[in-house]
C-alpha cells in the first residue's frame, strides 16, 4: 500500500487532502509527508510516527538529534552523508546507528556498510527534520523550496520588549485607519521584504497599503483566489506557497511570480474578517522572520481597528431632547 493510501487507512488525512499534497508535490517537488506537513495537513511529528509504523522501524526523536557528538558526525563524510540522505546519530563500537530517508533501501544499507566499515542500524526520518539536521552538522544547504525549516525546528528570533512597548504605545494613539495601517506595515517591513494590507469588504479583496510591492488598483472578488478564500473560509493564518492554479492569478501579477514561503494573515473585528495580512521575502527567499511577532501586530491591529470604530459610536451619539 503506497504511503499516501496507508495515510487515508489510518484516518491521519482525507482523500481531499491527499490530492491537494500531491498537486503541491507536482510543482514544487518534495516528498509527499513533506507537503503534507507544509499544508498544514499534519504535523510534523505525526507524520515520523506514522513512518515508524508505516515501514516498522524505530523513529529517531528530536531530542536524538539535539546534541550528535562530534566523533559520531565525523564517522561518516559529508560526501556520502549527502548521497545518501542519511544521518549517523549514536555510535556503539562497529554499530551506527544512522537516521535515513530511505530506510527500507537494503541496497544502500548493504553498500553504506561496505563503504563506512559499520554496522548501520537504519531509523526512520521525514525529509524535513533530516535536511534540518544535515545543515546543522554537515553545513549542507537545504534547497530553498524547503520552507520554514529555520520557523519549524529553530526558536524564532527575539524581538526587544523595549520595541514592543513602543509599539503597543504607538497603536492606542492612533486617531485614523490608515495610522494603523501604516504601524502594521512599516513595523513588518523592518524584519520582511514585502508586506501588504488589503481590506475585505462587500465580498470583494481590495489592495490597501503595502511595502516592496505594488498593489495600486489590485482588486478581486474573495472567492475568486483559493489562497485568500482558504484564509476566509478556515480564519486562520496560511503559510506555503503561492501556487500557480487557476484564481490565484491576480495575485500572481502583482507577486511577480510565485513565492514558495509566504504568510497570510486574517484581521477580524469580532469574528467578521475585515483585512488580510500578506508577508513575503521574495520569491525565491525563506521568510525566515519571527512569524510570533508579525502574529502579535496583526492581533494588535485587529484591536486598534476596533477601539477606532468604538469611539466613533460615542462621538456619534446624541443627546435626546
Known amino acids: 500500500m503506497k504511503l499516501g493510501e496507508a495515510l487515508i487507512k489510518e484516518a491521519l488525512i482525507t482523500r481531499q487532502q491527499l490530492e491537494q499534497a500531491l498537486k503541491r508535490q507536482v510543482q514544487f517537488g518534495g516528498r509527499i509527508g513533506t507537503n503534507l506537513v507544509e499544508l498544514r495537513f499534519l504535523e510534523e511529528e505525526e507524520l515520523s510516527n506514522f513512518l515508524s509504523r508505516y515501514f516498522k522501524l524505530p523513529s529517531v526523536s528530536p531530542e536524538m538529534l539535539n546534541s550528535i557528538p562530534e566523533?559520531?558526525?565525523n564517522s561518516i563524510s559529508a560526501e556520502i552523508i549527502d548521497k545518501y540522505k542519511i544521518l549517523p546519530f549514536r555510535k556503539e563500537r562497529h554499530r551506527l546507528h544512522t537516521a535515513?530517508?530511505?530506510?527500507?533501501?537494503?541496497?544502500?544499507?548493504?553498500?553504506?556498510?561496505?563503504?563506512?566499515?559499520?554496522?548501520i542500524i537504519p531509523y526512520v526520518i521525514t525529509e524535513l527534520r533530516l535536511l534540518y539536521a544535515l545543515e546543522k552538522y554537515y553545513g549542507i544547504k537545504r534547497d530553498v523550496r524547503y520552507i520554514s525549516l529555520k520557523d519549524r525546528f529553530d526558536p524564532e528570533t527575539k524581538v526587544e520588549e523595549t520595541s514592543v512597548q513602543k509599539?503597543?504605545?504607538?497603536?492606542t494613539e492612533v486617531k485614523e485607519t490608515e495610522d494603523i495601517a501604516g504601524i502594521l506595515i512599516n513595523e513588518s517591513h523592518k524584519i520582511a521584504e514585502?508586506?501588504?494590507l488589503f481590506t475585505v469588504k462587500g465580498g470583494r479583496?481590495?489592495?490597501?497599503?503595502?511595502?516592496?510591492?505594488?498593489?495600486?488598483?489590485?482588486?478581486m472578488p474573495e472567492k475568486d483566489s483559493p489562497v485568500f478564500s482558504e484564509v476566509l473560509r478556515k480564519k486562520s493564518n496560511y503559510r506555503g506557497p503561492v501556487m500557480n492554479i487557476k484564481g490565484n492569478e491576480s495575485l500572481i501579477k502583482i507577486l511577480n511570480g510565485t513565492p514558495q514561503d509566504a504568510l497570510i494573515m486574517p484581521i477580524a473585528i469580532r469574528e467578521k474578517t475585515v483585512a488580510l495580512f500578506y508577508v513575503d521575502n521574495g520569491n525565491a527567499s525563506v521568510l525566515n522572520a519571527n512569524v510570533g511577532f508579525l502574529s502579535m501586530l496583526a492581533s494588535m491591529t485587529a484591536i486598534a481597528f476596533e477601539i477606532l470604530i468604538l469611539k466613533k459610536r460615542i462621538i456619534d451619539l446624541s443627546f435626546p431632547i
Open 100 to 119: 535515513m530517508l530511505n530506510a527500507k533501501e537494503i541496497r544502500d544499507i548493504d553498500e553504506l556498510r561496505f563503504v563506512t566499515g559499520y554496522d
Open 194 to 196: 514585502r508586506i501588504a
Open 167 to 171: 509599539i503597543k504605545v504607538a497603536f
Open 205 to 219: 479583496i481590495v489592495g490597501w497599503k503595502a511595502r516592496g510591492l505594488e498593489i495600486d488598483g489590485f482588486e
Open 71 to 73: 566523533e559520531v558526525v
